[in-house]
């Protein structure tokens, strides 16, 4: 799990970049991610857009599984926290984005409470059906990734 937290971390640092030049990624997924020198990238950047204001209509890209629920659409910031989200779930579940919220039972079985269930809570606020109950933004997604 620390390794997920590592990479959502700097993962949300990228994000919060993008942000702040009044850019959108859209297409934030595990493909998308590579590593240089030890350290993850997001990449893949061909769809990098203006920041989209919510209810905006623009053009349907993304990938199913990491794009928001319809009839949110992908080019906002609440849409880029929401792939991120998914992409921790992915990483660290092992489990298909379709198959979110569920988690394996490995993960939360066991006497002591499982390490995995503080990032859940991190993984499922970031997720959120709504734009409005998901993070403000991407550093506020890195401060609740920190204090783990």
Excluded: W
């Excluded at 620390?2 to 009044?22: N, P, W, Y």
């Excluded at 489990?95 to 390490?115: D, I």
Aim: charged share 15%; hydrophobic share 45%; glycine share 10%.
């Amino acid at each position: 799990m620390k390794d997920c937290v590592r990479l959502g971390l700097t993962l949300c640092e990228a994000l919060e970049f993008f942000h702040q030049q009044g850019l959108t990624h859209r297409d934030i997924k595990p493909q998308n991610i590579i590593f240089v020198n030890g350290q993850p990238k997001l990449a893949d950047l061909g769809l990098i857009t203006g920041i989209r204001p919510l209810g905006h209509e623009g053009t349907l890209v993304g990938t199913p599984g990491f794009m928001p629920p319809s009839p949110e659409r992908p080019g906002t910031v609440a849409a880029d926290i929401y792939a991120l989200g998914m992409v921790l779930y992915v990483l660290c579940t092992g489990r298909a984005a379709a198959l979110f919220p569920e988690v394996a039972t490995t993960l939360v079985s066991g006497g002591e409470p499982p390490e995995f269930l503080p990032l859940n809570t991190v993984i499922l606020k970031a997720c959120a059906p709504l734009p409005a109950d998901r993070y403000a933004s991407a550093a506020e997604m890195r401060a609740a990734l920190a204090e783990l």
